[in-house]
């Protein structure tokens, strides 16, 4: 049969790890499992020979996980040629509310297809080690097929190691009272130190999704000292606000949701963003042609959009994390996968270069188009009025300041705050 095992026992990962030691898992599960065929590591291949099983005490074995220690192997005429080379995946806040959504979509293979195998590597704080434990455990009952290898650690030096994808979703909330500028202080510290470690260890070509807030200021201080690494491929997270402007356009239509095309978020993730409907369309057909109510749209729509966040927050007592989740994947997908003919979708990317005249060196959410290969272009066949720009430029003032606050975590002197107006975040109330 070709099939042999090293095998350590499941219940070998409950006994804590020290903190900063990182624990990771091969998986490499038998044919009857994965439907196909396994992918051999090296560390695996080592253990393995002539298809007779080896056995490894856990205690001797570096990078193990639960099942994830259990490894297997097949001959090499039982391997298929289906099976892809493994993506490797970072995920920051892993043991968060928005990971604990998102972990279980990216091992189904519905962001990176159903034949792409991965490896998850999970970051979290120290307070939270040992629900990041947890969240390995439901992975491992999970039994997914293309969920090859899972570690955990607190360490973004080890964790972001040779990562093709980094989704940095791990911050802190803003406390009651706090003002935006500490928050920027606070969690800028976090996305200085990962950019730093991205760019000594993580692959060269790696894509970064920060989602962690104020998600635009983060990227902008990830990429600055990330110097290696080019600045296009770091993204700052306004796809859930673009399917909310899309959702509250289907609804006011009277349409499905898939009739809404070509919706663009610009500027930042809070509530100066704006919602275009100048270029979006229902049906193929401009916005403004099918809902007439221009009063609606240039109030209430995009106010709802602006505050979705905070409307959910007081329903239900908590920020939104599956539908955040759900716009990481299609952040992702956008990415790795073709824009259908004419669309875009908006993601926030480095200004430097772009068309519309917006000010360069910040990050800021623009619409975009991909060949499906991981980078993408911004769209030029995008109208702009009085209303639009004014709105634009407004978000843009709200950036300009922001980096201004960060000039100590970006290289550029010293930090001066003065941010104009102390906007809320869309999730905050
Ligand atoms: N861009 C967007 O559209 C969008 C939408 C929703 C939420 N967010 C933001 O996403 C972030 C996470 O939200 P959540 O609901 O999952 O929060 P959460 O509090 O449930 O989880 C955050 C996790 O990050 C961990 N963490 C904190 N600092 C860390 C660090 N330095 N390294 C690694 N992990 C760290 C925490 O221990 C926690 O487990 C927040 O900043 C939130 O504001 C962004």
């Known amino acids: 049969m070709g099939l042999s095992t090293a095998y350590s026992p499941v219940g070998s990962h409950l006994a804590p790890a020290p903190l900063g030691h990182r624990r990771s898992a091969q998986l490499h599960r038998p044919r009857r499992a994965l439907l196909a065929t396994v992918r051999c590591s090296v560390d695996a291949a080592k253990q393995v020979q002539d298809g007779v099983a080896t056995a490894e005490a856990p205690a001797t074995r570096k990078d193990c996980f639960g099942v994830f220690c259990t490894t297997y192997d097949l001959k090499a005429e039982d391997k298929t040629k289906s099976w892809k080379k493994l993506v490797n995946i970072a995920v920051s806040g892993a043991a ?3 990971s604990n959504h ?3 979509k ?11 195998p991965i490896a998850l590597k999970l970051l979290g704080s120290e307070r939270s080690f040992q629900a990041l434990e947890g969240v390995a455990m439901e992975l491992e009952d999970s039994l997914y097929p293309l969920l090859r290898e899972v570690s955990i650690g607190i360490d973004p030096y080890e964790v972001f190691e040779d990562v093709d994808w980094a989704l940095l979703i791990g911050a802190k909330p803003r406390g009651p009272g706090m ?7 606070i969690n800028g510290q976090i996305f200085a130190d990962q950019g730093k470690a991205l760019n000594a260890v993580a692959s060269k070509n790696v894509k970064v999704l920060v989602v962690g807030n104020p998600c635009n200021t983060n990227a902008l201080i990830c990429l600055k000292n990330a110097p290696d690494i080019p600045a296009k491929n770091f993204h700052a997270l306004t796809r859930l606000d673009e399917n909310r402007a899309k959702c509250q ?3 006011k239509a009277g349409v499905f949701y898939d009739k809404v095309s070509n ?3 610009w500027g930042n993730h809070s509530t100066t963003q704006v919602p275009d409907f100048l270029n979006a369309k229902i049906d193929g057909r401009p916005v403004k042609e099918v809902i007439k109510d221009t009063k609606w749209l240039e109030e209430e729509f995009t106010i709802t959009v602006q505050k979705r966040g905070g409307a959910l927050i007081q329903k239900w007592g908590r920020s939104s994390a599956a539908s955040t989740a759900v716009s990481i994947a299609d952040a992702i997908k956008s990415l790795v996968t073709p824009t259908p003919e004419g669309d875009w979708f908006s993601t926030g990317v480095y200004t430097t270069g772009n068309p519309y005249g917006i000010a360069e060196d910040i990050v800021f959410s623009m619409p975009c188009r991909s060949k499906g290969d991981g980078d993408y272009e911004l769209a030029t066949d995008v109208s702009m009025d009085d209303f639009l720009w004014e709105r634009i430029k407004k978000s843009e003032a709200e950036l300009l300041a922001e980096k201004k606050c960060v000039a100590h975590l970006t290289g550029e002197g010293n930090a001066y ?10 999730g905050e109330v």
């Open 96 to 98: 968060g509310m928005i």
């Open 102 to 104: 998102l972990l279980f």
């Open 106 to 116: 990216l091992a189904s293979g519905e962001v990176f297809g159903q034949d792409q």
């Open 179 to 185: 003002e935006r500028a500490a928050l920027l202080d």
């Open 249 to 251: 356009l289907a609804l």
């Open 263 to 265: 919706v663009t978020i």
């Open 417 to 426: 705050c003065d941010v104009p107006e102390d906007t809320m975040l869309p």
